[in-house]
Structure formats: C-alpha cells, structure tokens
C-alpha cells in the first residue's frame, strides 16, 4: 500500500522563500541554503569563541602586573580576589587577612597572607531558611477605610500594588493586617485638614 505524499507549506530559513517540504522537520528549501546556513552558524560559533578567549585575556590583565609580586595594596588584593574594596577591609579588619599600614592611606598586604586566607579550610554551611510565620490576624475592608480613612478603590489599589495576601470567606474579604499596617507605617496617609472660618 503506497502512502500519499502530503503538501507541507513551510518558510526557508535561510532565504525566506515559501517551498513545500516533505518532512516536517525540513528547514531549507534547498541544499544550497542548508550548506549556507550550516557555514553561517559555523562562522557564529569560531567568533563566539574568539570573543570568550578575547574576555578572558581582557578581565585578566588588570592583574598582569602585579599578580606575581610579594606585596600588595588593597586594591590590587581586591582585583586578585575578585571583590570589592571593602570586602578586603572587612576580611583585615575581623583579622582573617592581615595587613601593614604604613601610612594613614596606604594598608599593605602581603601576597604570602592571601594564599594562606585561601588555603583557610572552612566548611560552607547553607543558610537556613526559615518557614514564614502564617497569617493569623486579618482586617476587613471596613476596618482599614475606618482606621485609615480611605477609600475602598484606594484600599484595592494598594493590596494589588504592594501584593498584600487576602483570604476571602463567604462573601467578604480579610486582608492580612501586619502587611497593612506595615505599609501605612511607611506610607501614612494625609489628614484632612479642617478649616474653620471666623466670622
């Protein structure tokens, strides 16, 4: 039983030219355009590669110069450990790294105490997450338009903003009252202010 040949529509990738393919998977409308765009993403690949080799040899020629010497300041210790400034002053000031001042400007650092900090075996423990405390103390819509004098729009707003929880029960909503009354700790809303004409 022979099977019937069915018409794909399909969009050359290369080209852009409409051609009916006999496979679904097809993606060139010729050979041409395949081998074109096999030498394309080849092309994208080698300039790929030379770009990384080309980062690597930029991000490492800060340290060119002084990665090699007996002594150092807190910057290049900074550019040779790959953090900031006062990370290295934080590790000298807690006396992990220690360091010379020679003058009220210059702190130096000996490349032998850097190697010792980094040879240090201290095991990595993962923080421990803490399991959020539940929600037990709500308010309804009428609580807070009556504690916070807004109105009920303005209140919508703000839970949808800030994305303050609600549980609804029946027909009414609650809404989490530490997280209102967070925001408004942070955000109190303006008094009206009453003005009174002697006459």
């Not at 490492?60 to 300041?73: G, M």
């Not at 839970?159 to 989490?176: A, C, M, R, V, W």
């Amino acid at each position: 039983m022979s099977s019937k040949f069915v018409e794909i529509h399909k969009v050359c990738q290369w080209c852009g030219s409409v051609f009916i393919a006999k496979k679904q998977n097809t993606r060139y409308c010729t050979h041409t355009c395949n081998s074109r765009a096999y030498k394309a993403n080849k092309r994208i690949q080698t300039k790929t590669r030379i770009e990384k080799t080309t980062d690597e040899i930029i991000r490492n020629q800060p340290i060119a110069d002084f990665k090699d010497r007996d002594f150092l300041n807190c910057t290049q210790a900074a550019k040779l450990l790959g953090v900031c400034r006062k990370t290295v002053y934080n590790l000298i000031y807690n006396k992990k790294l220690r360091a010379v001042r020679i003058t009220s400007r210059i702190t130096i650092i000996r490349r032998k105490d850097i190697d010792e900090l980094l040879e240090i075996s201290i095991p990595y423990e993962p923080q421990q997450k803490t399991d959020p405390k539940p929600i037990t103390d709500f308010y309804t819509l009428e609580n807070i338009t009556s504690k916070y004098g807004l109105k009920t729009r303005r209140i919508w707003d703000i839970i949808k903003e800030k994305n303050i929880p609600t549980q609804k029960l029946g027909k009414k909503t609650y809404i989490s009252q530490k997280h209102i009354d967070n925001y408004f700790k942070k955000n109190p809303p303006r008094k009206k202010i009453s003005h009174e004409c002697n006459t």
